[in-house]
């Protein structure tokens, strides 16, 4: 079965009803876990960004900690799974400015990880990649906000 384009998709849900489409969102939900996560975070947690970002912080937190130090390997493992997560959520949001707050926290937990990541060029390639990214959004901000996150990839990158 091919799926039907977005805007087919639009133009069908404009016909519907409002319980109908309340049926859509629940069966969406229920089928998996990311639809159930995108529509808890658009009617519950969209409207306060500020308390969304540091539940996200909380959450890399505590995965950093559990990252297995046995060996490069599964620190990268680990930090990259991470990263999946954090991507994840910066998608539900759409903000640039959480994008690049939420990278920036990642690089910076990456930074102060032991062991370092400089003895790894694969973990050092993981966090150049995202500095280079970090970089681009900043690029698009609004530009008090440029200035602002410019500071700390700047103090970031100075503290190599």
């Known amino acids: 079965m091919k799926a039907v384009t977005i805007k087919q998709l639009k133009d069908e849900l404009a016909h519907k009803s409002a319980a109908d489409l309340k049926e859509l969102c629940l069966q ?21 960004e500020e308390t969304y970002i540091q539940t996200l912080k909380e959450e890399v ?18 930090s990259r799974k991470i990263l999946t997560s954090i991507k994840k959520h910066i998608r539900y949001s759409k903000k640039k400015e959480t994008e690049a707050e939420l990278l920036l926290y990642f690089c910076k937990k990456l930074k102060d990880f032991k062991p370092s990541i400089q003895r790894s060029t694969r973990l050092q390639s993981i966090f150049d990649t ?12 609004h530009e008090d906000l440029q200035y602002d996150f410019q500071l700390e990839l700047d103090e970031l990158l100075d503290n190599e």
């Open 28 to 48: 969406l939900a229920r089928f998996k876990k990311e639809n159930k996560e995108l529509l808890t975070y658009l009617m519950f947690e969209s409207h306060d």
């Open 61 to 78: 937190d505590a995965q950093f900690e559990e990252i297995n130090t046995k060996s490069f390997f599964y620190i990268r493992k680990g």
């Open 130 to 141: 995202q500095v280079r990214m970090i970089k681009r959004v900043i690029e698009k901000l």
